[in-house]
């Protein structure tokens, strides 16, 4: 979800120069057949990309096709470098050997992500493919910052270019090859929704952009003899700095632990009330440890008349059943709750309508009622967003409160404010006792 939100961010970085419209034309080609004639010959079992096997087939495929690719320009270039003795084409021709290392580094991450569960890592090493997106998030600003110091160094001390041939023609060979490159991470990266492979294609696209603008300065310099050169570079330089500060926040965000996806929560949380005896669920959490890795708890409301050690033994059924089939490590809580009292339904009832009007983005569960002499003590814990500031959280709990007492004088509220760990999550208002399975 948040994922394509964020590949879209990163595409409109580079428009405003014509790359879109490249990568289009681009797509157009050949290039489909290629990408696909080397998926299916190269990952067995393409489409069950939900397997950690599979999964490191793609990134193994991603970060060998980008080393080839790399050397390929490395080799050309130094070789033609020595042959024209341009000491600006053998410099480049290493630039390329340092740009395979980030195919190294994804390389090397996808296969330490694949390492299964030990002694000292329990929940696997999943992370590890964060981690890596994060070294080439910071290869990707570290090119933009050279070419920021470079642009600068060059406005003080201009150089006079050369417009030759021979280096255009290089130059067009680097772009065609970064652009098949970058267009091809991009696929596989969102097939098997890898952050590092969205931050090679990053990667392949700053080094596009920066090889264009060099290209542009220099027919630009052949048209007019003015020098943009150091301008252009000023400017590319920020816009690729920028993008690698963007996936580098993209991929702090699961390592420092992140919202569940809507999807994920309707999907755990059906899959839980799907099961007879249970009535329903709230409070789930769920932990990333890497792409399809993921542990997770969840309260489920169970009828406070059966048996705990039938309800107990529903909870662990589905505790294995969700192991085996979504592949989730799960925890459930067990909430015992009222499906007959008559008042303890009306005043659930009475809560929940009232709630739904002051605020439909909050919710309520674990409702209890308490009969006290002069007084029913109503129990229960309210989820509210996590933008509420203590004074709205306030407000609403005395708004609340003043309309059930305005309902039945007797009404004591004891209420427990908590926070959603989904996000940005549709409003929904639990729905307790009498659903039907
Ligand atoms: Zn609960
Ligand atoms: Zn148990």
Redesign the pocket.
């Known amino acids: 979800m948040d994922y394509h939100r964020k590949t879209c961010e990163s595409e409109e970085l580079y428009s405003g120069t014509d790359k879109d419209a490249m990568i289009v034309r681009f797509e157009k080609n050949g290039e489909t057949q290629m990408t696909e004639f080397l998926v299916t010959h190269f990952i067995k079992n393409h489409e069950a990309v939900e397997k950690v096997s599979v999964r490191t087939a793609y990134g193994v495929l991603a970060s060998v096709v980008g080393i080839f690719c790399n050397v390929f320009l490395f080799g050309m270039k130094l070789i033609l470098g020595l042959v024209l003795h341009s000491v600006s084409v053998t410099a480049d021709a290493f630039n390329n050997l340092s740009d395979a290392g980030s195919s190294i580094i994804s390389f090397i991450g996808v296969k330490m992500a694949e390492k299964p569960a030990d002694e000292e890592h329990p929940f696997g090493h999943g992370r590890m493919e964060y981690i890596a997106a994060l070294i080439v998030a910071f290869l990707v600003m570290e090119v933009g910052f050279t070419f920021l110091k470079d642009s600068f160094s060059k406005i003080w001390h201009p150089e006079t270019l050369h417009f030759q041939a021979i280096s255009i023609t290089i130059l067009l060979l680097s772009i065609g090859v970064k652009l098949w490159l970058g267009v091809f991470n991009r696929k596989l990266g969102e097939k098997i929704q890898s952050k590092v492979m969205m931050a090679v294609f990053a990667d392949s696209m700053g080094d596009v952009i920066t090889t264009s603008a060099t290209i542009l300065s220099l027919i630009v310099y052949g048209l007019t003899g003015v020098n943009i050169d150091a301008f252009v570079g000023l400017g590319v330089a920020l816009v690729v700095m920028w993008a690698g500060f963007s996936i580098a926040k993209d991929t702090l965000e699961p390592l420092i632990g992140e919202a569940v996806d809507p999807e994920i929560y309707e999907k755990i949380k059906k899959y839980v009330e799907k099961y007879e005896g249970i009535v329903g669920t709230?409070?789930l959490i769920v932990h990333n440890y890497g792409p399809n890795r993921s542990m997770a708890s969840i309260?489920a409301e169970v009828p406070n008349d059966v048996n705990i050690e039938t309800s107990h033994e529903i909870i662990d059924r589905i505790e294995r059943e969700a192991m085996e089939e979504l592949g989730i490590f799960l925890v459930i809580?067990m909430?015992p709750i009222e499906t007959k009292d008559q008042q303890v339904l009306m005043i659930r009832g009475q809560v929940e309508e009232l709630l739904k009007k002051l605020d439909p983005d909050s919710s309520i569960?674990?409702l209890r009622v308490v009969n006290g002499e002069e007084q029913i003590n109503i129990i229960f814990?309210m989820v509210v967003p996590f933008r509420y500031s203590d004074e709205v959280k306030e407000r609403l709990q005395y708004e609340l409160i003043d309309g059930l007492q305005k309902i039945d004088p007797r009404y004591q509220c004891v209420i427990t404010v908590e926070h959603s760990y989904v996000s940005a999550q549709e409003a929904e208002t639990p729905k307790m006792g009498e659903n039907e399975k």
């Open positions: 709230h409070d309260h809580h909430d569960h674990d814990d």
